[in-house]
């Protein structure tokens, strides 16, 4: 009986090993920078995305990582601070209110802070990266994109909504999931909106999103809010005038993105990159 159990127990032990190797091997180096299988299973479940497209997006940023060294390239705590300004006032509310609502996620503000410093860091790179190398955007080419894209300049003037507030930005992602559900720490009110009632920040964010769906969660008077798109009427055609800037940040963003992917894959095919486990 005791061999028996020995010999169970040896079999637990290895297959705990065996599993945990695997877990923590590395799966491929990029140049002499390891990515383990755990990082690549880790980032494909927190993002729900394949195995496959985990490695590649965790190689891309070996590859950042290195060029932001290579080129010295860095964020002090005063960039880092106007940065979370930025977005704190995007949403209408102080520094103070945002790290609450942070913590209230139960984000600590220094691990934001240092992937706000990455970030910072990522864009600086990419500036340096295609700022010599970016064509400016011709006045014929947003003509071309307004008219050959009329129904994105459609846009709704009044709504019909369920609006969602809470004190809590959790409450209203549980619904988000659930829609059914019942909560009763948030409002529920019916309206409908007009053009007269609406200013532009929640007109844009009411026509971003799609009839039947939540929008995001944003701070209206300091308390987490949200719109459930009932239904959208009274569609006017935006003017050529008053959608040229959109367009034009729109071309450029397509310009920036063409000229980022295409350096990132020459660099990667000059890499040295060995693949010593495939995540499967």
Do not use: W
């Amino acid at each position: 009986m005791k061999t028996t159990f020995r010999l169970l127990v040896s079999m637990f032990v290895c297959v705990s090993f065996g599993f945990s190797g695997i877990i923590t091997g590395i799966s491929v180096i990029v140049n002499d920078e390891p990515i383990t299988l755990y990082e690549v299973y880790k980032y494909s479940k927190k993002f729900k995305i394949t195995r496959k497209e985990s490695l590649d997006v965790l190689i891309r940023q070996k590859l950042e990582e290195s060029q932001i060294k290579q080129f010295h390239i860095d964020a002090d705590i005063f960039e880092v601070d106007k940065y979370i300004e930025s977005i704190a006032n995007r949403n209408n509310i102080s520094k103070y209110e945002f790290f609450n609502m942070l913590k209230k996620e139960n984000v600590k503000i220094d691990d934001y802070k240092k992937q706000i410093k990455q970030q910072i860091k990522r864009d600086k790179l990419y500036q340096s990266i295609y700022k010599d190398k970016l064509k400016g955007v011709e006045d014929s080419e947003i003509k071309e994109f307004y008219d050959k894209n009329p129904t994105d300049f459609m846009q709704a003037n009044s709504f019909n909504l369920t609006i969602y507030t809470s004190q809590n930005d959790k409450d209203l992602q549980a619904i988000q999931k659930n829609p059914m559900l019942q909560l009763e720490s948030v409002k529920i009110e019916k309206r409908f909106l007009t053009e007269e009632t609406l200013n532009n920040q929640l007109k844009t964010l009411l026509n971003a999103t799609e009839q039947g769906k939540f929008t995001q969660i944003v701070t209206i008077q300091n308390r987490s809010t949200m719109f459930y798109i009932e239904e959208k009427k009274d569609f006017k055609k935006v003017s050529y005038e008053n959608a040229k800037n959109s367009i034009y940040r729109a071309i450029s963003k397509q310009k920036e993105s063409k000229v980022i992917k295409d350096y990132f894959e020459k660099l990667r095919a000059s890499a040295t990159i060995k693949v010593l486990r495939s995540p499967s």
